[in-house]
């Protein structure tokens, strides 16, 4: 079916906003991860998610950041209280099974710009 | 702790000219490695993976790389760069379990 795909494409928002960040990962995908990519920097791995559960947070930044999983599909990246730092491309993957081997396929991510 | 360098920030070459990327990995065993392409605007496209076995991985778009374990590198190479191959390339290494490590990207620039 269709790749990853994430929305929205842009969002701008104010300092101090709440903001919600989606990912349609691949149909079939068990793993699902986040990722942060900053002006001049690599990518940044905030969480992966097996299925419903995620057995790996510990890249997420702080506490304002979070992350669910529903129906071992749709995933959505919430940051709270959002800071100019914030700003960055959030980058979604999927893989058929996760782990270290698995090809990840990688949606055209969301700009978050915080004003 | 796992990591992964790219050790060039920007390269510029000549359509046609060859390519070299370089990317270092430091990882306790063997790993899995990655080269992913990403075109402006547009996600991360897998190039090519090394698992084991051969360690001259052929990809696409005419993109190889070697893995070499004493040098602890994961070169890319095309012999003809064509102007469609400006983008940012990304080398990443996988480990057993689920974390993926990225360097830090190198962007080509391909001259007419």
């Known amino acids: 079916g269709a790749g990853v795909s994430q929305s929205p494409s842009n969002k701008v928002t104010e300092k101090g906003k709440d903001v919600e960040l989606r990912c349609d990962p691949i149909?079939?995908?068990?793993?699902l991860y986040w990722y942060r990519q900053s002006l001049g920097q690599g990518l940044e791995f905030l969480i992966y998610?097996?299925?419903?559960?995620?057995?790996?947070k510990s890249g997420l930044p702080s506490d304002r950041f979070s992350a669910e999983r529903t129906g071992g599909s749709v995933s959505t990246l919430t940051i709270q209280r959002t800071q100019q730092e914030d700003s960055a491309v959030y980058l979604c993957?999927?893989?058929?099974?996760?782990?270290?081997?698995?090809?990840?396929?990688f949606g055209p991510g969301t700009r978050l710009t915080v004003l | 702790a796992q990591s992964v360098t790219q050790p060039d920030i920007h390269i510029t070459v000549s359509e046609g000219a060859s390519l070299e990327l370089r990317c270092n990995y430091s990882?306790?065993?063997?790993?899995?490695l990655f080269w992913y392409v990403q075109s402006p605007g547009q996600g991360l496209q897998l190039l090519l993976k090394?698992?084991?076995?051969?360690?001259l991985v052929q990809g696409i778009k005419g993109f190889e790389a070697e893995f070499k374990r004493s040098q602890s590198s994961f070169n890319l190479r095309k012999p003809s760069v064509h102007w469609s191959d400006a983008a940012e390339y990304f080398c990443?290494?996988?480990?057993?379990?689920?974390?993926?490590?990225f360097g830090t990207g190198t962007s080509l620039t391909v001259i007419p």
């Open positions: 993957a999927s893989s058929w099974a996760g782990g270290g081997g698995d090809t990840q396929y």
């Open positions: 149909s079939g995908h068990t793993a």
């Open positions: 998610f097996q299925g419903n559960s995620a057995p790996d």
């Open positions: 990882y306790g065993a063997t790993p899995y």
């Open positions: 090394y698992f084991s076995g051969d360690t």
């Open positions: 990443a290494v996988g480990e057993y379990g689920n974390q993926f490590y």
